[in-house]
């Protein structure tokens, strides 16, 4: 455990002294990184390595698995959002993996070890200045390289473990609080034939939303067997739109708590993956985690009854929050317990 936090401090600081050395990278808004144009395409052209600001949206671990070797081809990983504020109408994805060595351009040996990994995810979800752990609503900078991906832009290491590539996120003010959601219809994502509207940024649709919090207001869940954590499931109104919802791994899905209304409302995180051009389409709702009130499908962070060993989040203390805590007795979140 030694050996792993002496590591994680090294190589943060390696990380925050070659960036450094970069001869301060430029401030971009999400916005302008995000630009797109008429297919889907790009438009971004700046300096191989950036400075990004925004408020954090989301637990990274409660959308992507960070354990090591988690899934078969990447392992770990790791993600969160930032979504821009004021006039900086955008967010954008901060994501790292574990074995890149898997991808058929990248050398075999080119993946991060358990060790390895463990150090990364201990820098990053933890300010390099203070050693404060990250947190949803926290506003912070993150200084690295960056490659287009499926439709939008994510900041990451370019595949390449090499310290060199690392990105750094730095506390700016803690507890700035979440945005509030954006109030949206699906008439105002969706067209009359049930199809993305696309645009690019700035204008109406999808794409400009890209990376942000949005709310829909009186939807129905249309496939409730699909429930489940990692799963997609969809979303509809009354004019016939409907809208895919990618459901993260928080443990309030975990649970297989599907008790929502007929009529519910959604707060998640819009995202984009389209995996053939025109990379217009593929967007979906990203919902980390639920709390089981049953009228809107979110989390809102606190739970009510001020009972410690509620761990079930059901109002009483009994053998299921028993049985909860020696499921996961002597486990540890990866990245966050045993940091320095």
């Not at 797109?36 to 949206?57: A, K, M, N, W």
């Not at 060790?115 to 200045?129: F, G, K, S, T, V």
């Not at 060199?164 to 609080?177: C, M, Q, R, Y």
């Amino acid at each position: 455990m030694l050996q792993r936090i002496i590591m994680g401090i090294g190589s943060g600081l390696l990380a925050v002294s070659s960036l450094l050395a970069q001869s301060s990278p430029p401030l971009v808004t999400h916005q302008v990184l995000q630009a797109v144009d008429d297919f889907g395409y790009s438009t971004f052209s700046g300096p191989e390595v950036i400075r990004l600001e925004g408020i954090i949206l989301n637990s990274p671990e409660e959308i992507l698995d960070p354990e090591p070797n988690a899934s078969p081809f990447m392992g770990g990983q790791w993600q969160l959002y930032l979504q821009g504020q004021g006039d900086d109408h955008g967010g954008t994805a901060v994501w790292m993996g574990q074995k890149y060595g898997n991808l058929p351009f990248v050398p075999p040996d080119g993946s991060y070890s358990d060790e390895a990994w463990l150090a990364e995810l201990c820098r990053i979800n933890h300010d390099p200045n203070t050693g404060y752990l990250f947190h949803p609503g926290d506003r912070v900078q993150v200084t690295g390289r960056y490659l287009y991906y499926n439709g939008k832009i994510n900041i990451n290491e370019q595949h390449d473990i090499a310290s060199a590539n690392d990105f750094v996120i730095t506390l700016l003010e803690p507890a700035a609080g979440l945005p509030a959601p954006e109030v949206l219809t699906l008439a105002e994502l969706k067209d009359g034939d049930d199809q993305f509207i696309f645009t690019a940024p700035g204008g109406a649709g999808c794409e400009p939303r890209q990376g942000r919090r949005l709310r829909i207001n009186n939807v129905s869940l249309l496939d409730p067997a699909a429930w489940g954590p990692g799963q997609t499931i969809h979303i509809g109104d009354r004019t016939g739109r409907t809208f895919p919802v990618l459901l993260g791994i928080g443990q309030g899905i975990q649970s297989g708590n599907c008790n929502l209304e007929a009529t519910f409302d959604v707060i998640g995180i819009l995202d984009q993956e389209d995996n053939s051009a025109p990379y217009t389409g593929g967007y979906r709702l990203w919902v980390p985690n639920y709390d089981g009130n049953g009228l809107a499908l979110t989390a809102r962070g606190h739970r009510r009854g001020n009972l410690a060993g509620d761990i079930q989040a059901d109002g009483r203390v009994d053998l299921r929050d028993l049985a909860a805590l020696a499921r996961q007795w002597l486990r540890a979140a990866p990245g966050i317990a045993g940091c320095p």
